[in-house]
């Protein structure tokens, strides 16, 4: 598991040739074998004489607390920790891992990217196999995501996964590999871009949203199973290292084999791939900064920062219309079908070349600051004219992110909330951009330390020179001072 992360944080998928990071990682392993009677597949597990928050302290410390001379990787912004701890399912209250999570995070302002936990449960679905042999595309998909909601009730984050200033990663159902035989094995999402069905279906603290982003994590496929009965179809997961899935590299099995890969789904891949992601926003944030005239941003803001270009590649797309169709949701109230999507997508799958590239028809603005209690500051973008009086489809991200103190003996946990809102009068950007809501409504957004929202709108209107789209950061307290 540790070769396979490491290859994937390094290199992401190999299946297709991305680019690598070009500094090197600090690899810290915390699991190993567990005695198994099966010589062919090894559990990995945390070792049973040491504390695993313990662990996880001792090794984060031992890295970046400069205080006693000797970090050993002082300059580390970004901890990937592609693990979740099946016996310690998030269930409203905080787990001790996701509060050390929280507290290192604000402590040496770092970013942790965190995998929401694989439910490898077989999909029930209450049909005959003559019954499924008919289905359509769509139709299976529709009953395979409609099995997958039923249970959500067993399908929670595992710890860490609910860690508030981190960023929890679901597995997309998507990957690049090629497959050659699918034998009896069967894809039943029939290769839609769709959250994997080894996704958690859940929320997080105060029904905040979780997980946070989806990133490729394999194509999970199923092989029907012995337990199967007429009017309730069965399928287990197929654990093969065979495609598809996340090629990554593997420890050799010959003598000097230096080259062997194999292929694994999961959220541990989804989070991997997410920091390597992260390592290219890094990467870039740091060329911005030290090509900057103006006064560059600290070290310490860079946390922050890589975790407002992460998200800010996070859009639903067509996902939402399939999860909705498939659970009839357009019956119930809007907030409430929003909330169900979030469960399934988050904030949504990332278009990495959102995160990382302008191009002549986009443009990403970043701005930071420091903020304390009871204040607000206003960002202002100025309007290209070219813009207006023009009937084409427009769309604008908004995304705020932050680290925030916490309280372990407040209900509300988190210290500082912000959150971010538009001015009303500005009635020309309101024209341009400001139609249907294409993601996580405010109420939900605003519950973590991470707000992200797309608008779209294809409606003219005219420029002036002096139109602005003016934007106020918040801040007030929430878990006591």
Known sequence: HGTAMASAVIHGDLSTGGEPLFRPIHMQPILIPAPSFDASHADEVSPSNRLLVDLIHTAVKRMVDVSNGQATAPSIRIVNLSFGNP???????????????????????????????????????????????????????????????????????????????????????????????????????RNE????????????????????????????????????????????????????????????????????????RGTSNAAALASHVAGLIHQRIEILRDGSKEAPWDELDEASLIKCLLVHGADWGTAAERIRDALSLTKGGWQTNNRQIARFLGFGAVDTERCLFCTSDRVTLIGWSRIGVDQGHEYRVPLPQTLGSTKVRRRLFATLAWLSPINFKHQKYRCSKLWLTRNSEDKSAGNLFFGPNDNADSNLAQRGTVEHHVWSSEKASPIDENDVLRFSVNCAEDAGK
Do not use: C
């Open 87 to 189: 016996y310690q399912p998030f269930d409203r209250e905080m787990t001790p891992l996701a509060k050390l999570i929280d507290w290192l995070s604000w402590k040496y302002r770092l970013l942790f990217i965190l995998s929401m936990g694989n439910h490898d449960d077989p999909i029930r679905l209450e049909l005959t196999s003559e019954a499924w042999n008919l289905l359509d595309d769509h139709q299976a998909v529709g009953q395979t995501t409609k099995s997958i909601w039923k249970h959500q009730q067993n399908r929670r984050p595992l710890s860490p996964a609910e860690a508030l200033n981190a960023i929890a990663v679901g597995s997309l159902h998507a990957d690049g590999a090629s497959v050659v035989t699918m034998g009896r094995r069967i894809d039943l999402l």
């Open 193 to 264: 871009s769709l959250a994997s069905p080894l996704n958690p279906v859940a929320s997080g603290l105060r029904r905040g949203v979780k997980p946070d982003v989806l990133f490729p994590g394999g194509r999970q496929l199923y092989v029907p199973s012995i337990q199967s009965k007429p009017g309730n179809l069965v399928f287990e997961p197929d654990n093969s290292i065979q495609p598809p899935g996340i090629q990554v590299a593997a420890p050799g099995i010959r003598a000097m084999e230096l080259d062997r890969t194999s292929y694994s």
